[in-house]
T-cell receptor, first 114, second 115 residues
Framework: DAMVIQNPRYQVTQFGKPVTLSCSQTLNHNVMYWYQQKSSQAPKLLFHYYDKDFNNEADTPDNFQSRRPNTSFCFLDIRSPGLGDAAMYLC?????????????FGPGTRLTVL | AQKITQTQPGMFVQEKEAVTLDCTYDTSDPSYGLFWYKQPSSGEMIFLIYQGSYDQQNATEGRYSLNFQKARKSANLVISASQLGDSAMYFCAMRGPGTASKLTFGTGTRLQVTL
């Protein structure tokens, strides 16, 4: 029944070692989002895809990249993780019909950087 | 620009009691959506309830209801008959019109349900 799936749930990487987080959805939604959430803070939007169109938030570091090879999958690549990138990474989707659409979130991937 | 304010960093409620979590918002858009999400310690962001700016009636979903006061720009979440499993962080959020518009979150309220 899971609609937005994230793998892995926990990821440990070393400082500077590239890491990829995965998100998939069974909702056939047009829009997929990636959020970063640090401890005791609200989620912060990194970027989103509307279909194949990539939209980066102005303050998202260049260290973060994303790929969406098809409707169902979206990946977050962190090229050279720093200690400050340790966080929960949340993927979300919505149909893309309008601003009152509900965003549905996956369970998140908790990233640890050693 | 949109802004969400949650003034209660933490709340306690006894099991089976009702609790209200406060949320005020600010926006210049006439059309917007208001959302509440629950985030347990596992980290998943769970959608609870939605209120549209043009909705005449307050939204309800089971034990959750949204007390929407448009003139006061408030969208408080009411949880009736609290359960131990309701202990979590609760985020109020809003988004304006337009496809893929940004979801703006408040800082959250941590709710602890006690016996």
């Amino acid at each position: 029944d899971a609609m937005v799936i994230q793998n892995p749930r926990y990821q440990v990487t070393q400082f500077g070692k590239p890491v990829t987080l995965s998100c998939s959805q069974t909702l056939n939604h047009n829009v997929m989002y990636w959020y970063q959430q640090k401890s005791s803070q609200a989620p912060k939007l990194l970027f989103h895809y509307y279909d194949k169109d990539f939209n980066n938030e102005a303050d998202t570091p260049d260290n973060f990249q994303s790929r969406r090879p098809n409707t169902s999958f979206c990946f977050l690549d962190i090229r050279s993780p720093g200690l400050g990138d340790a966080a929960m990474y949340l993927c979300a989707t919505d149909p893309g019909r309008g601003g009152t659409d509900t965003q549905y979130f996956g369970p998140g991937t908790r990233l640890t950087v050693l | 620009a949109q802004k969400i304010t949650q003034t209660q960093p933490g709340m306690f409620v006894q099991e089976k009691e009702a609790v209200t979590l406060d949320c005020t918002y600010d926006t210049s858009d006439p059309s917007y959506g208001l959302f509440w999400y629950k985030q347990p310690s596992s980290g998943e962001m769970i959608f609870l309830i939605y209120q549209g700016s043009y909705d005449q009636q307050n939204a309800t979903e089971g034990r959750y209801s949204l007390n929407f006061q448009k003139a006061r720009k408030s969208a408080n979440l009411v949880i009736s008959a609290s359960q131990l499993g309701d202990s979590a962080m609760y985020f109020c959020a809003m988004r304006g019109p337009g496809t893929a518009s940004k979801l703006t979150f408040g800082t959250g309220t941590r709710l602890q349900v006690t016996l």
